[in-house]
C-alpha cells in the first residue's frame, strides 16, 4: 500500500472554490496515473478527474469546465481546483493512485 495524504476539504458556499492536494512518496508519484474521485452515502465511488504521467487530463462531465487537475512531478502533488462550486460536488472527495486510496477529505457546498 502506497501512502496517500489528502488535504484542503471544507465548508464552501455556492459558487465558491475549492484546491484539493494529494501528497505521496516520489518513487511511486512519477510512475502511476493520478485522480481524484468522489462518493456520497449510499453511492458508488465516481471519477472526477484524471491526470497521466504525461499530464494528459481526463475529467467527467461534471467537472468539465469548472475543475483544474494538475500534478507537480517535483513535489510530488497532484491538486485538484475546483471553481464555481455547486451543493451536488457535496462528497467525500478520494485521491487515487498506486492502487491505494488516500483517507478521503469531505467537501461541502451549502449555503
Known amino acids: 500500500q502506497v501512502q496517500l495524504v489528502e488535504s484542503g476539504g471544507g465548508l464552501v458556499q455556492p459558487g465558491e472554490s475549492l484546491r484539493l492536494s494529494c501528497a505521496t512518496a516520489k518513487n511511486i508519484f512519477s510512475r502511476y496515473t493520478m485522480g481524484w474521485y468522489r462518493q456520497v452515502p449510499g453511492k458508488q465511488r465516481e471519477l472526477v478527474a484524471q491526470?497521466?504521467?504525461?499530464?494528459?487530463?481526463n475529467y467527467a462531465d461534471s467537472a468539465q469546465g469548472r475543475f483544474t487537475i494538475s500534478r507537480d512531478n517535483v513535489k510530488n502533488i497532484v491538486d485538484l481546483q475546483m471553481n464555481s462550486l455547486k451543493p451536488e460536488d457535496t462528497a467525500v472527495h478520494y485521491c487515487?493512485?498506486?492502487?491505494?486510496w488516500g483517507q478521503g477529505t469531505q467537501v461541502t457546498v451549502s449555503a
Open positions: 491526470i497521466t504521467t504525461g499530464g494528459s487530463t
Open positions: 487515487h493512485g498506486a492502487y491505494s
